[in-house]
Structures are given as structure tokens and as C-alpha cells.
């Protein structure tokens, strides 16, 4: 348990679906992150968010949409998504500002695009 | 942020060290070497990290060179539990430009404790 809690664990959508990915963190952190594990490839970071405001945004398509309403939850909202979007997505949070970069990962949501 | 060199795969039978190393040679003067764990399907898990001291926790022993250009991971007594990829991640410790840093994994050391 690393406090940092991921919804739903699995997900089967069609690609003409909306759905979104919720993240909560326990943690008191001030910066949360997605990143992406397609099978067979290394963890790739999609985005940011610092004190709830976007500070990074990985070259990550429209159809991928993040949204952090405070510094405990972070969505990411999916519509129109491929079949190559299946992946497993990762949400980190970390300390924030004048404190040490380890980042809290959750266990992740399955993602399979039919 | 510098780049890693880890050995793609490693065994170790369990009970004994698993030693795992990892090549920075390009490292700057204020890069922290960071080690992170992802056990099969499950969230990548943060170990230890340190400077140009040794660093020491529950979980492991971190051994960085003096000239800082490599350093070993060191799961004193490894169990069947600690198979899992682990990745050698080089960066600042504290955020730079104003906010927050993302990680940047490599493949990483698949690391497989046998019976």
C-alpha cells in the first residue's frame, strides 16, 4: 500500500467510448504524474501536475485529456482512443517543491481498447 | 538528466546478495542516483536513492563509487518476493524550474530470484 490509490483497476472500452481514470493520493503531496507502459516498453511519462497546475505535457495526443481539481486527485479523461492505447497507466505523486524527487506510484489501471 | 547502463537480466539464489549494478559515467555534480522496482503488472516502487555516500534502508544498500560514474544496489538477503525489473534512474533530487520533475525509466535489470 503506497497511498496512492488508482479506478478502476481494469477497463475494456470501445474506441468510441469516453471514460476516465481516477487517481488519489494520501500522501500530502503538492505534484502528481501519468505515465504509460505499453507491454514490452520502458514507462513513459505523459504529464505533470505541480500545486494543480500542468507543468509538463509529454508530446501526448488530444484524445488523452488530464485534469487535477486539487493536490489529492488527478483524472485522466479518454475518448476516441486506439487500440494501441491499450496500456497500463501509471499514477505517481511526489513531495513537491524543496523536497526529494522519490515518487509514489499506484498500482496502476489496465487499459484494453477494443 | 544523465544517462544508465544496467545489465538486462541477472539471477540470484534466494537467501543470498543480489548485487545489481548500474554504469553513470555521464553524471553531474548535483544528480542523485535513484533505484525503483516494478514487481510484474504492479506500480513501480521507490527503494533508496543517494548523493556520493553510501545509503542504507530496510529494503537495501546503496554503494555509489567515489568518482560517482557507477553504483550497486545491494538486496542483502533475496527472496523469491524481490524478482522484479529494477531501474537506476539519475536526476537532480530537488525540482528544478520551478516544479515538478517526471522520471525517465530505461529498460532496466529483470532481476529473478531462483529457489
Known amino acids: 500500500e503506497t497511498g496512492v490509490t488508482q479506478t478502476p483497476r481494469h477497463l475494456v472500452m470501445g474506441m468510441t467510448n469516453k471514460k476516465s481514470l481516477k487517481c488519489e493520493q494520501h500522501?500530502?503531496?503538492?505534484?502528481m504524474y501519468w505515465y504509460k507502459q505499453s507491454a514490452k516498453k520502458p514507462l513513459e511519462l505523459m504529464f505533470v501536475y505541480s500545486l494543480e497546475e500542468r507543468v509538463e505535457n509529454n508530446s501526448v495526443p488530444s484524445r488523452f485529456s488530464p485534469e487535477c481539481p486539487n493536490s489529492s486527485h488527478l483524472f485522466l479523461h479518454l475518448h476516441t482512443l486506439q487500440p494501441e492505447d491499450s496500456a497500463l497507466y501509471l499514477c505517481a505523486s511526489s513531495g513537491g517543491r524543496g523536497s526529494g524527487n522519490e515518487q509514489y506510484f499506484g498500482p496502476g489501471t489496465r487499459l484494453t481498447v477494443t | 538528466d544523465a544517462k544508465t547502463t544496467q545489465p538486462t537480466s541477472m539471477d540470484c539464489a534466494e537467501g543470498r546478495a543480489a548485487n545489481l549494478p548500474c554504469n553513470h559515467s555521464t553524471i553531474s555534480g548535483n544528480e542523485y542516483v535513484y533505484w525503483y522496482r516494478q514487481i510484474h503488472s504492479q506500480g513501480p516502487q521507490y527503494i533508496i536513492h543517494?548523493?556520493?555516500n553510501n545509503e542504507t534502508n530496510e529494503m537495501a544498500s546503496l554503494i555509489i563509487t567515489e568518482d560517482r560514474k557507477s553504483s550497486t544496489l545491494i538486496l542483502p538477503h533475496a527472496t523469491l518476493r524481490d524478482t522484479a525489473v529494477y531501474y537506476c534512474i539519475v536526476r537532480a533530487a530537488l525540482y528544478s524550474g520551478g516544479g515538478a520533475d517526471g522520471l525517465t525509466f530505461g529498460k532496466g535489470t529483470h532481476l529473478i530470484i531462483q529457489p
Open positions: 543517494g548523493l556520493k
Open positions: 500522501l500530502g503531496h503538492n505534484a
